[in-house]
């Protein structure tokens, strides 16, 4: 059986005692001992489907196939009352950069990874990075990736641009306050678009889905690595129980696949390449789009 979620549990401990050693508040101690007892679980259960279903927690997913297997969720919105506000994210996140990266290095790392792998293969390219935060992801890209970053928080987004000074991240062309679903660019600006933990923060994640269409050059690419709410069990009563401090946290643990399943139906000129979960919790979820107008 793998260690990796019963790891992250006790790395989780570790860090509430850190939080708890240095005072940053029980905001924290909450997200952490969620997030390690939530990735402990998975692997329990992964476990089990091994031992007794022998199948793998780490699947390529026929996209037609489990679109029908989700519950479908009307409109590309949020119902409003999963909705975070511009003003409780900006909030939550001025909150979350002093200690962002401390928090949250570990367990976004193979999402990063996975976002500036499949990125890094469209070489040379001109890539936007929405939601860029604190730019851990950044160091990840190559050299002839020449990225735009933006974000809604401008706390997130100076640590960003003190980690671009500090490593000299020369592809890196600009980091910009902007709300992912209002982009500031023209249409096909760029080669790709990549999405990194963005969809359960914006209150209408298809208005934003469109917007990453909108600004991409025909045939470019949109990678998104993002949580996906399970259906029902234990997964779900912990996403329910979290769902309701998401103005604190800043996202929404109860993003339904539904909404990206009925963006793609609506979009004929859009093609899903890949989804799959990303070792080793497969907590997140990587989706490849490719454009073809």
Not at 95 to 104: E, G, Q
Not at 108 to 131: F, T
Not at 213 to 225: Q, S, T
Request: charged fraction near 20%; glycine fraction near 8%; hydrophobic fraction near 45%.
């Amino acid at each position: 059986m793998s260690s990796s979620g019963f790891l992250l549990a006790y790395l989780s401990a570790y860090l509430v005692f850190l939080v708890v050693s240095f005072s940053i508040g029980a905001l924290v101690i909450f997200a952490v001992l969620a997030i390690g007892a939530y990735g402990g679980m998975l692997e329990l259960i992964n476990f089990g489907r091994r031992v007794f279903v022998g199948r793998s927690s780490r699947r390529r997913y026929d996209t037609e196939t489990n679109m029908k297997n989700q519950t479908v969720v009307s409109g590309g919105a949020l119902p409003r009352d999963c909705q975070l506000s511009t003003e409780q994210i900006e909030s939550a996140y001025g909150r979350w950069s002093k200690i962002y990266d401390l928090v949250f290095r570990p367990i976004l790392r193979p999402g990063h990874k996975a976002a500036a792998q499949a990125i890094n293969r469209l070489a040379p390219a001109r890539v936007l990075d929405i939601g860029v935060g604190t730019g851990l992801e950044l160091p990840l890209f190559g050299s002839e990736v020449k990225l735009t970053g933006i974000d809604l928080s401008a706390p997130m987004l100076e640590v960003a641009r003190r980690r671009v000074a500090r490593l000299a991240l020369d592809q890196i062309e600009s980091l910009q306050i902007m709300d992912a679903m209002n982009l500031r660019f023209p249409e096909g600006s760029f080669d790709a678009v990549v999405a990194p933990y963005v969809l359960t923060v914006v209150p209408d994640p298809a208005r934003m889905l469109d917007e990453c269409l909108r600004v991409l050059k025909p045939g470019g690419e949109l990678v998104i690595v993002n949580h996906i709410a399970a259906d029902a069990g234990v997964i779900r009563s912990i996403e329910n129980r979290l769902g309701k401090h998401a103005d604190k946290l800043g996202w929404n643990p109860l993003f339904p696949w539904s909404i990206v399943g009925t963006w793609l139906d609506k979009h004929p000129e859009v093609r899903l390449l890949e989804r799959r979960r990303l070792s080793p919790l497969g907590i997140f979820v990587l989706m490849r789009i490719r454009y073809t107008p």
